[in-house]
């Protein structure tokens, strides 16, 4: 876990970016613009899985608000580079991984807790999903494990 929080992206992705950008302008200029298209829907829809795996993922057994501050200079740098590609709307497919840090950032989940603001903010976050997130931040911050258990679990 981050013990500070950077305005810099990680530098795996300051390094994706060239290759990513090298490989676009160079290799693929002469490849019909079809599989070019499908070559960058494929390894942004890879990208953003990525990206929104590292919360999910088992070897991250706990984050703390600096981790999920510096993922989303990471995320926000990522859409801008992918807002900069020729095809139109690639920046949805980070959209689970933004609203998880959203609901991650908010100072609260009652939102969450309301099935219809839910509906319209984190539509695209499973339940089981946040919690599993839940319990990884919960971990770090254990003032945090009543409000879970009692709105996740009905523990009073």
Not at 47 to 55: A, C, P, T
Request: proline letters at 6%.
């Amino acid at each position: 876990m981050p013990a500070k929080i950077t305005n810099q992206p990680s530098s795996y992705l300051l390094d994706l970016t060239v290759y990513m950008s090298i490989l676009f302008h160079s290799t693929l200029a002469d490849v019909p613009e079809d599989i070019r298209n499908a070559f960058y829907i494929s390894s942004v829809e890879h990208w953003s899985n990525i990206i929104n795996g590292q919360l999910l993922s088992p070897a991250v057994k706990h984050f703390n608000v600096q981790y999920i501050e510096n993922l989303n200079t990471d995320v926000v740098f990522s859409i801008t580079y992918v807002n900069d590609l020729p095809i139109p709307g690639l920046s949805d497919f980070f959209s689970p991984v933004v609203q998880t840090i959203q609901l991650m950032r908010s100072q609260s989940l009652e939102e969450y807790l309301n099935d219809k603001i839910r509906k319209q903010k984190y539509d695209l976050l499973k339940k089981e999903s946040v919690i599993i997130l839940l319990e990884k931040y919960v971990s770090v911050y254990p003032f945090a494990l009543n409000f879970f258990l009692f709105f996740f679990l009905g523990y009073p």
